[in-house]
């Protein structure tokens, strides 16, 4: 029941937009900072959380904002891993088995 009402009260705020702004910014400024080493985790990071977020975006509801949010918190294993690509590709291989076990456990654990 408390879900229901914060997903509305999302919708209704249209959070969706300033999460497009913020998740747009901060691939960019991966992308940028981290190099190539960064580039292919920020797109894998778009790739994963941009279906659901563009959705939001264009028809912001319960049923939109909730998967949204939840496939922006399945992504963060991808920014993290960008984040240590930067340091090189040895340290981000750690986030690519983070990433797998992020995607298998929503079958077991729903997000949001």
Known sequence: M???ALSRSDARLSYAR????????TLLVLAVRGG???LAWSAAAAALSGPAVRRAVLA????TVGPAVGALIRAIP???GGIAGASG???AML????LGLTR???????IT
């Open 60 to 63: 912001p509801s319960p049923r």
């Open 18 to 25: 300033l999460a497009v702004f913020g998740l747009g910014i």
């Open 78 to 80: 991808a920014l993290d």
């Open 104 to 110: 298998w456990g929503r079958t077991l654990i729903p």
């Open 95 to 98: 986030f690519l088995s983070m």
């Open 36 to 38: 190539t080493a960064s």
């Open 89 to 91: 590709p040895a340290p």
């Open 2 to 4: 408390e879900d229901q």
